[in-house]
Each structure stands twice: as structure tokens, then as C-alpha cells.
């Protein structure tokens, strides 16, 4: 695992984070239309007019009422910050325009991905628009939404779908990249972090530059929390920030790996010296145990996540902690996110879900300023949200059921009416 570290003594630096501000009046600019390279500053490892963008990081910071009321905060204390506004309609639009200019200064024509489809959606977005490099990607099999998988055939990449689950298409696209020489883009890959950091930097733009009391974020592969980590770490050693916030990394309870290892068994980053016999038993027991991740939060159904010592790190720097939370939990979130009208992906409603967890402990304080990272858009995974609300019990236990969820809370169920004025006019009364 390889590090982006830099000579900040040795850059220019901002005083002040009200420097990037500026961008905003230079808008016919790509780079400073960008949601990642406006802050390249604080990412400079490409010279700037390498760097590659198709328009990433126009997110929203969104304050949410009905979702705070859910969670049990205060009035306007819950904030979400919404990626799935991303062009390939995730985060990963982030780190793959940083990973991909690191690429494209490497002069490679093919990069490749294992995926549970939200970074197969990003590469093959960003292969197709700039016409720089061939996409190949690595999917388990059944393990991909056809939401992802879609867009993926849509622009023209180059499809492995291998008999095994996203570690098993983790471990051979690492083979077949070292072998063939294909540039890889999973966030093992250091670079696609550092685009992932700027998500933070739109969180604080949004705050005014403000730091919040909690950032909320789903956890599978753990580049987000470990790119989060590291962006407040810098800034708070380049005095930009006053504080970092506290960090709350959310596991789906069937892809619980970090929820196990941090609050069950006590792995810590022990400034730079975790226990690799700790992480290693525990692999070797999920091995022998033959436990796999099932959870309909499928971008987040990992079982080993590549960046779980950057996970680590990121928890010792923001005071973090880790939870779990049901299938049952998280669609229940996801059905108040998308009553207040931003509607997400499964995974993303991880973070809602968790942050409501904490409330219930008192972990998180009602009056504490909290950011919920909303991960995907909504019709990543159409299947689940239409299970959910659906009338059809069928569809319901075979999207649903089968991942231990027995009810929908929260459902807006169609309203059955015959082809008749009078019933329609009736029914919208009754119900409307």
C-alpha cells in the first residue's frame, strides 16, 4: 500500500481555505469548473493541465430536515452531501479523475477495475468520453446492480465477469494488471484517494469552512475513509482547519469485516503499528469459516477491504468509530432520504442509518453539526427501491427477503383503482 505524500514546505500553499472561492469566477476554466482539480493545490501531484476531468464534483451539500428528525438530531443539524450528482452518478467520478490523470502521465492505453459496479461505471465513463485509454473490468458473478453493470456495456468497456464475488475479481485483476501491464484503478491505487479527498473540501465549502462536528460515511473497500482521514490531516497540519471532525465508518451487518476488527477485536492504527496477526487470524478464520459478504448494499458487500490499515489511520486521526447496521436499517433510511428528495443508492443510506445509531447511543450529541456522505444515486439500484414500496410480495421476497428484510416501514405503495373517473377522483381524495 503506497502513499501520496507531499513537500508542502516546498509548494505554494493558500492562507486560507476562502482562496479556492476564486475558482468559482473562472468557470469557463474545466479545471476550475471541476469539483476535484479547483482544489489542486491540495493535490498536486500533476502538473495542471494534465489533469483530466469530464466535469466531476458539481455535488450538493444538502441540509435535511425530515432526514434529521429520522435520525434524531436537532433542527438543522443534519446535512447531506449528495455524490450521486457525479456524471457517472457515484463518488468514484472523484478518485477516478485523479486516478486517471496519474495514467495518463504514466502513458498507459489500458486501465482496469475489480468492481461491485460503481468504479466499472466511472473507468469505462471516463475511457469513453476522453478516448485516452480501453476499459477492462472485473465483476463478480450476480454480485453487480444491473444499474451499474448497464452503464458499464453502455460505454464500451471490456466485461470479465469471473465465477466468484468482488475478492476473488480483486484478486485476479491485480494478476492480470501485474502481468499485462495495465494500469490499475482500484482504490488501492493511491491516487484515486486523492481525488477522494475533495469531497471533503466541497463539505467545508458547503459549511462556509466550517468544520462539522461528524462525518458519516458507508464503509466497504474503505478508500472514502481513508482518503477523508488524510485530507483532514493535511489541512489541519497546514493550519487551513482549526480541528478535524470525528469520523463514524458504517458497515452493512453482512459485510461487517472493520465493524468486527475495530469494535469486536480492538484493532487499532497504533500510530503505524497495527496488529497484522490479529488481521491475519481473522482471515484465516473467515477462510476456514467460509463466511462471504451478502447484504443488498452490494457496493459495500466486501469482504476484505483493500484499505483497512488507511481506514485505521484515518480513525486515529479523526477519533472515529465504527458500527453496523441491518439491510432492514438501511432501506428504511434510504426510504426517509428519498421522502426528502435526494434519492440514493442502498450503500449510501449506510451512513443515515448509522448516524441514527449513534443518536440512539448518544455518541452523536442532538446538537451536533453531522454530514452523512450520500455515496450513489438512486437509480444505481432501481430493483431495491422498487421492491421496497412495492404492493407485489413476490417481488418484495425475492429482491428483499432473501437478505433478511422483512418490512417496509416506510413504503409508498401504488394505489390499485380501476379504469373509472369516479374510483381515481375517489382514491386521490382518500389517499392524496
Given amino acids: 500500500m503506497l502513499d501520496v505524500a507531499y513537500a508542502w514546505d516546498r509548494l ?11 475558482k468559482w469566477a473562472d468557470r469557463a476554466n474545466p479545471h476550475s469548473f471541476s469539483g476535484v ?43 447531506l452531501q449528495y455524490e450521486g450528482m457525479n456524471p457517472s452518478g457515484s463518488f468514484k467520478d472523484n478518485g477516478m479523475s485523479a486516478a486517471f490523470t496519474h495514467a495518463r502521465m504514466t502513458g498507459a492505453t489500458r486501465a482496469a477495475c475489480a468492481s461491485t459496479g460503481n468504479t466499472s461505471a466511472s473507468l469505462a465513463l471516463y475511457c469513453s468520453v476522453t478516448r485516452l485509454m480501453k476499459a477492462v473490468i472485473f465483476v463478480g458473478s450476480g454480485k453487480i446492480a444491473y444499474g451499474k453493470l448497464s452503464q458499464a456495456l453502455d460505454f464500451g468497456a471490456l466485461t470479465v465477469q469471473i465465477a466468484g ?10 494478476e492480470v494488471s501485474r502481468q499485462l501491464g495495465i494500469y490499475l484503478v482500484n482504490s488501492v491505487n493511491p491516487f484515486r484517494l486523492e481525488g477522494q479527498k475533495t469531497i471533503m473540501y466541497r463539505v467545508l465549502e458547503g459549511l462556509r469552512w466550517e468544520v462539522p462536528d461528524w462525518i458519516v460515511v458507508p464503509g466497504g473497500n474503505l478508500g472514502n475513509s481513508s482518503a477523508f482521514g488524510k485530507a483532514f490531516r493535511e489541512l489541519h497540519e497546514l493550519g487551513l482547519i482549526p480541528r478535524v471532525p470525528r469520523l463514524a465508518v458504517i458497515n452493512a451487518a453482512g459485510a461487517n469485516t472493520l465493524y468486527r476488527l475495530v469494535e469486536q477485536e480492538g484493532l487499532r492504527w497504533n500510530h503505524g503499528a497495527p496488529s497484522e496477526s490479529l488481521i491475519r487470524k481473522f482471515y484465516d478464520d473467515m477462510n476456514a469459516e467460509k463466511r462471504r459478504a451478502k447484504t443488498i448494499a452490494s457496493a459495500i458487500e466486501i469482504n476484505r477491504p483493500v484499505n483497512l490499515q488507511k481506514c485505521l489511520r484515518a480513525l486515529e486521526v479523526c477519533n472515529g468509530v465504527v458500527r453496523e447496521v441491518s439491510d432492514q436499517d438501511i432501506l428504511d433510511a434510504k426510504a426517509q432520504v428519498g421522502a426528502g428528495g435526494l434519492g440514493c443508492e442502498p450503500a449510501s443510506a449506510a451512513s443515515v442509518a448509522g448516524a441514527r445509531l449513534l443518536v440512539s447511543e448518544g455518541v452523536i450529541g442532538r ?13 444505481k439500484d432501481p430493483d431495491a427501491t ?12 425475492k429482491v428483499l427477503g432473501s437478505r433478511g428484510v422483512r418490512r417496509a416501514a416506510f413504503a409508498n405503495r401504488a394505489v390499485a383503482v380501476s379504469n373509472n373517473l369516479d374510483e381515481i377522483v375517489k382514491a386521490i381524495h382518500l389517499y392524496g
Avoid at 505554494?12 to 476564486?22: D, G, V
Avoid at 422498487?386 to 421476497?397: G, K, S
Fill in 12 to 22: 505554494a500553499m493558500p492562507r486560507s481555505l476562502r482562496h479556492f472561492e476564486a
Fill in 37 to 79: 482539480w479547483r482544489f489542486h493545490e491540495l493535490l498536486p501531484f500533476a502538473p495542471r493541465e494534465q489533469c483530466v476531468t469530464v466535469g466531476e464534483g458539481q455535488t450538493l451539500l444538502h441540509p435535511s430536515e425530515g432526514v434529521g428528525k429520522y435520525v434524531g438530531l436537532r433542527p438543522g443539524r443534519l446535512y
Fill in 165 to 174: 464475488d468482488f475478492d476473488d475479481a480483486m484478486a485476479r485483476v491485480q
Fill in 367 to 379: 446538537d451536533d453539526r453531522v454530514v452523512c456522505v450520500l455515496t450513489g444515486h438512486q437509480l
Fill in 386 to 397: 422498487v421492491a421496497y414500496h412495492t404492493t407485489d410480495q413476490e417481488l418484495f421476497n
